[in-house]
């Protein structure tokens, strides 16, 4: 007698599927802050604080002369938007209610759900956050003018599923060892404020300084997305495919060792964490 009805058609769990994880999402995204203007606002001063620190290190070191003839904001704007928009994915993945969630105890609630609804709050957030701060932008300093802006966008989400890819790695792993994971997701992170390239082009590399950059997905990923926001730079270097099958392969591994994990779940692990 109270037991939930449940639709035994395909399209009908589908759509019950899709409507478990809008609301998974919006719970996650009001998670972070109670109300969700100032959750907002803090986000895009993070990205604000971001780019001005940037903008004036560039103008400190005489940076500036290396970056593309463009819009050196936007030239900026490309580096930080994907490299945060990749960090942010990876963090709310990683942080997502594991097996041993108290959550996890309401059917049809499963760390899929869990995972997916925090990825899709973590790209939402972004994606506001993003177009908000380029609309002040255009509105109060210089127009934005983007060449490709599909091109630019698509290189968005290619960050966000790589950084969903190494978050779902993390969820697998980190229940067999919290504090180990939670390091190596720090070093990740901070090794990446270098290592994505964001402060430079691939195409102004010399071939040994390439070697030392070029293994890294988010690299290839910032180095296309200017390409594609600057009509006079064409990046020779980077590909889109690279990052693509890297993501792919990182995130077949960390959804079956995370179905391994949550068959081998003891509550005992809350303890851990």
Do not use: C
């Not at 593309?68 to 994915?89: E, L, N, P, Q, S």
């Not at 993945?93 to 594991?98: N, S």
């Not at 599909?150 to 969820?171: D, K, R, S």
């Not at 070029?214 to 390409?227: K, V």
């Amino acid at each position: 007698m109270f037991t939930a009805a449940r639709s035994n058609s395909t399209l009908g769990s589908g759509f019950a599927v899709l409507e478990l994880i809008y609301h998974s999402t919006v719970r996650s995204i009001r998670k972070s802050h109670g109300n969700a203007i100032m959750g907002l606002m803090m986000n895009m001063m993070q990205t604000v604080v971001l780019l001005a620190g940037f903008y004036v290190m560039y103008d400190i070191l005489g940076m500036r002369r290396n970056s593309i003839r463009g819009d050196f904001v936007i030239y900026i704007m490309t580096g930080i938007f994907i490299f945060m928009t990749h960090t942010k994915a990876l963090g709310a993945v990683a942080g997502a209610e594991g097996p041993t969630s108290a959550m996890m105890k309401h059917s049809p609630m499963n760390t899929a759900i869990s995972i997916a609804s925090a990825a899709l709050g973590a790209l939402y957030i972004q994606v506001l956050s993003i177009s908000l701060v380029l609309f002040v932008y255009d509105v109060t300093w210089a127009p934005v003018e983007i060449q490709n802006w599909p091109g630019v966008f698509g290189m968005l989400i290619l960050a966000w599923f790589t950084g969903v890819a190494v978050g779902t790695v993390i969820v697998a792993a980190k229940p067999w060892s919290p504090s180990v994971v939670g390091v190596l997701q720090a070093v990740y992170s901070r090794a990446n404020m270098i290592a994505s390239g964001k402060m430079f082009v691939a195409n102004a590399l010399s071939a040994k300084m390439l070697h030392i950059f070029d293994w890294n997905p988010l690299f290839h990923i910032i180095d296309q997305a200017r390409g594609f926001a600057f009509i006079n730079y064409n990046p020779h270097y980077s590909n889109i495919l690279y990052p693509f099958l890297v993501g792919l392969t990182i995130l077949m591994i960390g959804l079956m060792g995370e179905f391994y994990t949550r068959q081998h779940a003891s509550l005992s692990w809350g303890a851990k964490r």
